[in-house]
């Protein structure tokens, strides 16, 4: 008996050539729709699926392939007696091939001004019942989900008359991921609807953007996944424009700056090395925020990451080509800067829309075994929401220094401090265990510059010791969230030395 195919796609990419070659090759097509139409209008023979089924396409075609003539033509097990005599007394003819690609759903629902109702109409139903039909019966049955796939089926074919085992698998294993996450995109849906952050099973579909050389470190694997719903203005969709391709940390990195720099109105500049800021700057223009964060830290910056939120112009880049640096993250270049940049072969260059990321995005972590979710850290402070608790409040010139460093010490791995004077980053201590050792790093990296400088402390000092260290330093205000049971003691030592302490009520821990 010739072997019989079961077309149904809403991607036509290939699928005239690919009919043609199983007509060639005196496979029997079946097909609806659409994909009926496109498949006759281009003179390949074909069977319209009601003419199987003995029964009209229904419902605006919600109901065609739902049908026992066609679940029992993929299901039927080849070698079973009971089958065969099942399909014999039910006139049902087994379907040996089905190519079939769903909805364009997640298409449907990027779409600025989609409808609920236009979204539900692009939920598939037959198809990933067919799919998941043919992926159980791949003993017996080629399933294609993936236009890439269809000169592997067509040369196996060809050459052998049939698939081998071994690609009917390995199709069905795609098969089964592609539904998988076809209907997590769906759920996913609903539950921003519905503003359900936690469901009971949690299921965010992310599609492979890149298989990475390797990992953390050469010897783990790693690949690069991007979000299927909301990754607009993330690193996922940059545009690269020169250098190599991005590895697993330099991805972790470029994250880390692209979060801090968008905390800045004013043109700013962020420097990051291993997750963490080490050069942070903002100025009237890019030119002055990129040597304050260069000034900040020259040699941590040196093989560092940058972002910045102002198109790159040729002044900034002869300067940023004196150094080593990875990358270099910009709304945009100017074509005089791209000329100037791209002569470091290796140097990548990213460009990011303005687009803002989702707000309610959530962050998640992987453990032993589970998977912990939390919110992203969006939260921010303003002036009239701080608390003075010392004697002195701060000057004007202070207060916009403290505002500075609060929005750098967020984005530090805790225990972090950060020193700041003239809108940069003087000092940065971060992941130390105890709070008054990222204070000593900080001042120690600061040297002379601490005096004069403020401090911010992204979580409460459980002692007096940190203001201690700060005020010996010169440091003349502090930031810090509050809320430990010994804030006294910190309030009567920082008085004692006439520094100038607020507290915010927000902590901002990151490990």
């Given at each position: 008996m010739n072997q019989r195919a079961l077309i149904s796609v809403s991607d036509k990419t290939g699928v005239v050539d690919l009919a043609r070659a199983f007509a060639s090759l005196g496979i029997e097509i079946i097909s609806t729709g659409g994909t009926y139409r496109a498949l006759q209008e281009a003179g390949v023979p074909v069977t319209n699926i009601s003419e199987v089924t003995g029964f009209p396409e229904i419902l605006d075609g919600r109901v065609k392939t739902l049908h026992p003539k066609i679940h029992g033509g993929l299901l039927a097990i080849r070698d079973r007696s009971s089958h065969q005599r099942q399909l014999e007394e039910n006139g049902i003819n087994p379907i040996d091939i089905v190519v079939v690609n769903l909805y364009p759903f997640q298409q449907t629902i990027k779409k600025p001004d989609v409808t609920i109702e236009e979204a539900i109409e692009n939920i598939d139903i037959g198809g990933p019942s067919m799919l998941r039909s043919a992926a159980k019966n791949h003993r017996d049955v080629t399933v294609l989900v993936d236009p890439k796939d269809y000169g592997l089926v067509i040369e196996e074919l060809k050459q052998h008359g049939n698939t081998s085992m071994e690609t009917r698998r390995y199709l069905a294993t795609k098969v089964f991921n592609h539904t998988a996450c076809y209907d997590a995109m769906i759920a996913d849906y609903f539950n921003r609807?519905?503003?359900?952050?936690?469901?009971?099973?949690?299921?965010?579909?992310?599609?492979?953007?890149?298989?990475?050389?390797?990992?953390?470190?050469?010897?783990?694997?790693?690949?690069?996944?991007?979000?299927?719903?909301?990754?607009?203005?993330?690193?996922?969709?940059?545009?690269?424009?020169?250098?190599?391709?991005?590895?697993?940390?330099?991805?972790?990195?470029?994250?880390?700056?692209?979060?801090?720099?968008?905390?800045?109105?004013?043109?700013?500049?962020?420097?990051?090395?291993?997750?963490?800021?080490?050069?942070?700057?903002?100025?009237?223009?890019?030119?002055?925020?990129?040597?304050?964060?260069?000034?900040?830290?020259?040699?941590?910056?040196?093989?560092?990451?940058?972002?910045?939120?102002?198109?790159?112009?040729?002044?900034?880049?002869?300067?940023?080509?004196?150094?080593?640096?990875?990358?270099?993250?910009?709304?945009?270049?100017?074509?005089?800067?791209?000329?100037?940049l791209k002569a470091k072969k290796n140097l990548r260059l990213l460009t990011l829309d303005g687009a803002s990321p989702e707000q309610d995005a959530l962050k998640l972590q992987s453990v032993g075994g589970g998977l912990l979710v939390q919110e992203e850290d969006k939260k921010s402070v303003n002036k009239e929401e701080c608390q003075v608790v010392t004697e002195r409040?701060?000057?004007?010139?202070?207060?916009?220094?403290?505002?500075?460093?609060?929005?750098?010490?967020?984005?530090?791995?805790?225990?972090?401090?950060?020193?700041?004077?003239?809108?940069?980053?003087?000092?940065v201590g971060a992941g130390q265990m105890n709070r008054v050792g990222s204070a000593k790093i900080a001042i120690e990296q600061a040297g002379e510059a601490a005096k004069g400088s403020v401090l911010a402390s992204d979580a409460f000092f459980p002692m007096r010791d940190t203001v201690e260290t700060a005020a010996a330093a010169g440091v003349t205000a502090i930031i810090q969230p509050g809320g430990s049971i010994r804030d006294k003691e910190s309030i009567e030592e920082a008085n004692k030395h006439g520094i100038a302490m607020i507290f915010t009520g927000i902590r901002h821990f990151k490990h």
């Open positions: 609807l519905l503003e359900n952050r936690f469901p009971d099973q949690f299921t965010i579909p992310y599609i492979r953007e890149k298989t990475l050389r390797y990992g953390e470190n050469p010897h783990q694997q790693a690949a690069f996944y991007k979000k299927a719903i909301g990754e607009e203005g993330t690193l996922a969709t940059a545009e690269q424009k020169n250098g190599k391709e991005l590895s697993y940390n330099n991805i972790n990195d470029a994250n880390a700056a692209l979060e801090l720099v968008r905390e800045f109105e004013e043109p700013a500049v962020v420097a990051v090395k291993h997750m963490n800021p080490c050069g942070v700057g903002i100025g009237s223009d890019l030119f002055e925020a990129y040597q304050k964060a260069y000034e900040a830290d020259p040699v941590s910056i040196f093989g560092g990451i940058i972002a910045v939120n102002r198109p790159v112009d040729a002044k900034t880049a002869a300067e940023m080509k004196k150094i080593f640096l990875e990358i270099i993250i910009a709304p945009s270049f100017t074509d005089e800067a791209l000329k100037i409040a701060p000057t004007e010139e202070e207060w916009e220094q403290l505002l500075f460093a609060w929005k750098v010490v967020k984005h530090v791995k805790s225990n972090a401090i950060v020193l700041a004077k003239d809108f940069r980053t003087m000092g």
